[in-house]
């Protein structure tokens, strides 16, 4: 079975300044990788997915993820926050073969002005 | 396109009664899911639905929680009787991976239960 575990559970930056969040996963066979990021009182909504590639992709609001197969990881970045990307953000993972998600604990993201 | 609907939003209930909560996904999508999203934790699968029949509810409380999804369309999940840990949000999502094979999982805005 995969496993998806994400280090940072809260992330306070203020804005216009860098944020990473970390994620590591575990699995045996072949994965694709996702981001998730949900706000407040809204449903998750993907942010951006690895399937197969170029290890660097990107989303269309400015963050992007690297996934490092050595180091079973799947960091998010962005250069340069604002007050609108303060939400939750989910790591999530799925084996190439199926379709179902497993998700990590999830990281709050609180931009301060 | 229409997203996936849910409702209600919100569901207060005491302990030991019943609770149902309904989905509609996106029209045409195959594959229907339930997870069950605690505070503080990221959502978990309790069943997954392809058209009509379940392919994965392992995660699923058998004796308190069912789902159905009888006509390959709408879903609905169960729970009789409640305990005060089913307090979490219940998110249904679907996907269409007949006509995509990587079809992301689109999710509804969830329904919010409190058991007291």
């Known amino acids: 079975a995969q496993s998806v575990t994400q280090l940072d559970s809260q992330v306070p930056v203020f804005e216009e300044a860098p944020v990473e969040l970390r994620c590591n996963y575990s699995s045996s066979v072949s994965v694709y990788l996702f981001w998730y990021v949900q706000y407040p009182n809204q449903g998750l909504q993907l942010l951006l997915k690895?399937?197969?590639?170029?290890?660097l992709v990107e989303s269309i609001n400015g963050f992007e993820a690297e996934f490092n197969k050595s180091q079973t990881s799947f960091h998010l970045r962005k250069p340069s926050v604002h007050i609108s990307d303060t939400a939750e953000y989910f790591c999530?993972?799925?084996?190439?073969?199926?379709?179902?998600?497993?998700f990590g604990g999830g990281t709050r993201v609180l931009v301060k002005p | 396109e229409a997203g996936v609907a849910q409702s209600p939003r919100y569901k207060i209930i005491e302990k030991r009664q019943s609770v149902a909560f309904w989905c509609n996904p996106i029209?045409?999508?195959?594959?229907l899911y339930w997870y069950q999203q605690i505070l503080g934790q990221g959502p978990k699968l309790l069943i997954q639905?392809?058209?009509?029949?379940?392919?994965?509810d392992s995660q699923l409380p058998k004796d308190r929680f069912s789902a159905e999804r009888l006509k390959g369309v709408d879903s609905t999940l169960k729970i009789q009787p409640a305990k005060l840990e089913d307090s979490a949000v219940y998110l249904c999502a679907s996907s269409n991976p007949t006509a995509n094979r990587n079809s992301p999982l689109h999710f509804g805005n969830g329904t919010r239960l409190t058991v007291t």
């Open positions: 999530a993972v799925r084996k190439a073969a199926g379709n179902k998600l497993t």
């Open positions: 029209s045409g999508h195959a594959t």
């Open positions: 690895y399937l197969s590639g170029s290890t």
């Open positions: 639905f392809q058209n009509n029949g379940v392919v994965d």
